[in-house]
């Protein structure tokens, strides 16, 4: 269960740095949060959260017991414990009556507890305000129901992605010529989709020329591959995410 909440932790670390959202504070407590105010928002999704609460603080625990002195105070996630209090929080004040047993039976303190429903209200808004520009006219317009329809508080509606780009036409099929190792197989064609990325983005003026001569050239490349690239170039390219990034694997050092 506590995994479903990872995903959703992820997720939030990919929407940040996809819509270039404004965070301030720790990126890893904002991205918990966001996971957890979601999850409220679905069916079953409060046992998901109490898991996820569970699951950091064992963690917590266990690192405790393992470091003693040694604690990773320097980390970007802030402590087990911390991050089990910020989930019980958030869970006890998006619904108070319902969730009091949290309170009763001491899982989470009077003192932090008094201050969640507050805390709940400002985050779940905070996060509808940095969310609400990249919403499509579909869910404002829900939201604007549920705000006309009750008292309650306004929801966080489910986030959407952002319109997909137009896919982009795949490398032309070319043979791979015979002789060509496993390595180029796969790091020619990463390689040259990163550039084809790169003129897409920078010089889109020259793509149909690179789409002509690409057919053609291919199975050169890929002989150069086998014939001139060490293993390390090789494994060097593959892991490359831009072709400016792979360039560098070729520079003599
Ligand atoms: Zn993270």
Redesign the pocket.
Known sequence: MATIFTFF??A??ALRAQLNLPITGK??DA?DELATLLLLEMPQGVYVAAAAAEAFQMMGKKKRASKGKKMAFWDD?SLGEQRFYSVLCLMYGANPKTNKGLVDKGYLPKERAQFCPEDYKNKSRAWQTILKPHFTDLVLKSIAKQKGGTNTQPKLPTVTTAPKPPAQPDLPKVEVPAGVGPACQQAVPHMLRMVRTLLVQQAPANLAEFDKKLPTELPNIYKICQRKWTEAQKKCVLAARTALSANTCFQKK
């Open positions: 932790h992820e939030g670390h990126e890893e991205v996630h």
